[in-house]
C-alpha cells in the first residue's frame, strides 16, 4: 500500500489529526495484517516533528522496531528524514 501524502496534507505536514487519522485508518492496520506500507513524501516540503510524532509513535508503541520492516519512508527530502530521525531515537529510547 502506498500512502501519498501530499495528497492528504500538501506542501506542509503538520496537523497531528491528520497524522492521526492516516495512522489510525491505514498504519496501524497494514501492520496488524503483516502488510508493506509506503509513506510517500513526494511533493511535501517539510513536516513538523508533532506530525511524524503522531504518525509512527503509537504503531512502535505496539509493534517496536519491527515496525520498519513493514514501513518504508519514500520520497523524503533532508529536513524530513531528520524529523524522522528525531521521532524514531526519542521512541526507541522511551521504549528501552
Partial sequence: MIIKLFDAVGKYAENKDTARDIRNKFL???LEKKEKIFL?????ETTT???IHA???EAMKK??????D???FKSCNDSIKQFVKIVVDYMQEALG
Fill in 28 to 30: 496501524l492496520p497494514a
Fill in 40 to 44: 510517500d513524501f513526494e511533493g511535501v
Fill in 49 to 51: 516533528q508533532s506530525f
Fill in 55 to 57: 504518525l509512527i509513535s
Fill in 63 to 68: 509493534h517496536g522496531n519491527g515496525i520498519f
Fill in 70 to 72: 513493514y514501513v518504508v
